[in-house]
């Protein structure tokens, strides 16, 4: 992973001449009057671990498993949200940890907690480092210093139950990896979000990660049938059958909780048979309205594609629902449904047909297979993209929530005022951001929002998003959504997930981590309001 950006830095291309023209004509973007940092240019501040903790760590996963070198550091600071990128890019590492410790079994991890509580050490679980809310930052206040936790080497596919349609995991399998694995035993776990590439099987678990394929697949909770997990003060094991009604299911401690409760060291998986066939295709609809609309009557009728994902009349015209092909606007292009079927040849035959109806009773214009074959191509780029508009001088982020059908269109229109408002700039050079919306996920019930927002950097990006983060959280509270769908809570959420849960609510997950956590060491100042 570039430690500055997203991904394969092989990967990474300048932005098309339209777009190019866009950020500077309509949102008045201009190129940074100062230019990244280099590698060895980053700010790193000196290592506060004592000798005696080095020594106990090193006695526990051996002297070559504990890194103090600025390269392990400087990766293993923070996450990759926009603020996280902007910051690495001015050379900050304030909060890089003092040292990587990378243990190869459950017992490592075990010996690992209980040094760290002895010594007063801060954990910070590390994956893929893929996250986007500020889950990998812990508060150093109180505490003699901060390890990453890279559970790196726990990378195994530990067992198959081709009979169960189980598999066993160890956390730090990243998900291509574990789908190769999958495959030679003719599986998968049909798991894909944008993280996909980097992002390990323990994160999915940490933060409840939905997949692009959800609709079909469920999200990555719905997998978790079992799951072990270490804590300072021993083993929890939960899950033992594919549903129980031995008291409340208390994988759900775990699932969700960003390691700030123990670290998940593996995990029994519901998989599925490989399918036979994919197809991905486009439809279109007049307007966000119609296609929410039918969106719905999918949803709650059936049957259920395998991708169903729809953008709104701003996303389609830009073309982000298809990253790779980015420049080609269409000012009457409406909005852009992908529909996506994975199964047998009968299955997938079956829910086009059914689908379709239903599509085109409801005002779907079918535009056949390339639009969605685009999407499948390009899903994973957006990440890409990002990086090449931060480094024109745009301030570019996301966020994510979910409602019920009867309140999506309120935090629809609620949501993009709030980011146009606080984000739009006034005087002789006025502009308005450029807000755009997907519906990614769909439940009989409701659904989720996804929104990506442009504008022109300030002198101070990260003070600008800042603000409007602020705005969009509370506004998304009102409006009746939840503070995250997917990305989980980390330290951006935290206050607004404090009025999601209330009073009583904090106070029930502030017991379970002095239970679990007395010194709390892990993750602290993630997730507990």
């Known amino acids: 992973m570039l430690w500055s950006g997203w991904g394969d830095p092989a990967k990474a291309a300048g932005l098309p001449a339209p777009v190019l023209k866009m950020l500077r004509e309509l949102l008045g973007v201009r190129e940074p009057t100062r230019r990244p940092v280099t590698f060895g240019e980053v700010r790193l501040a000196p290592v506060t671990l004592s000798a005696a903790v080095f020594a106990d760590l090193s006695a526990v996963v051996g002297r070559t498993e504990v890194r103090i070198d600025d390269d392990a550091r400087i990766r293993h600071t923070r996450g990759k949200s926009t603020p996280d990128l902007l910051r690495i890019r001015a050379g900050d590492a304030c909060d890089a940890p003092d040292a990587v410790v990378r243990p190869g079994s459950h017992e490592e991890v075990v010996e690992v907690l209980r040094v760290c509580s002895r010594h007063r050490v801060a954990v910070v679980p590390f994956g893929g480092g893929t996250s986007v809310v500020g889950g990998l930052v812990a508060d150093r206040r109180g505490f003699a210093g901060v390890i990453a936790l890279d559970v790196g080497r726990l990378n195994r596919l530990l067992s198959v139950d081709a009979e169960s349609l189980l598999a066993d995991f160890e956390p730090g399998l990243r998900a291509p990896q574990a789908e190769n694995l999958l495959a030679g035993h003719g599986l998968t776990l049909g798991h894909f979000p944008q993280s996909y590439e980097y992002a390990t099987l323990g994160g999915f678990a940490a933060a409840r990660s939905s997949g692009q394929a959800s609709a079909g697949y469920g999200r990555f909770d719905d997998m978790v049938m079992a799951i072990t997990v270490a804590t300072p003060r021993g083993t929890m094991e939960f899950g033992r059958a594919p549903r129980s009604a031995a008291g409340p299911d208390l994988r759900q401690l775990v699932l969700g909780s960003e390691g700030a409760f123990g670290v998940i060291t593996s995990m029994r998986l519901r998989v599925r048979r490989a399918p036979a066939e994919r197809v991905y295709e486009g439809w279109r609809f007049e307007s966000f309205a119609a296609g929410t609309g039918a969106l719905r009557r999918v949803a709650q009728n059936g049957p259920m594609p395998t991708v169903l994902r729809l953008s709104d009349e701003a996303e389609t015209m830009v073309g982000l629902a298809k990253p790779d092909q980015i420049g080609g606007f269409q000012t009457d292009a409406g909005c852009l449904a992908v529909v996506g079927y994975e199964g047998d040849a009968a299955d997938v035959a079956y829910r086009r047909e059914k689908t379709a109806e239903t599509l085109s009773g409801l005002g779907g214009v079918y535009l056949g297979p390339e639009p969605g074959e685009a999407w499948a191509h390009g899903r994973y780029g957006a990440p890409y ?87 969009v959280n509370e506004a998304i509270g009102i409006a009746g959504g939840t503070i995250s769908h997917h990305h989980g809570v980390g330290r951006d959420h935290r206050d607004a997930y404090a009025l999601e849960i209330g009073e009583l609510g904090v106070e029930i997950l502030r017991t379970v981590k002095d239970r679990l956590d007395p010194a709390g060491i892990l993750n602290p100042g993630v997730l507990i309001p």
């Open 385 to 471: 993209l990002r990086d090449g508009l931060l480094a024109a001088g745009a301030t570019v982020e996301t966020l994510e929530t979910a409602a019920f059908w009867s309140d999506l269109s309120r935090l629809y229109d609620a949501v993009r005022l709030v980011l146009s408002v606080a984000l739009g700039q006034t005087g002789p050079q006025a502009t308005t951001p450029l807000v755009m919306c997907h519906i990614s996920h769909v439940y009989p019930s409701g659904a989720s929002l996804y929104f990506t927002v442009v504008t022109a950097q300030t002198g101070d990006p990260l003070g600008q998003w800042d603000t409007a983060k602020r705005a």
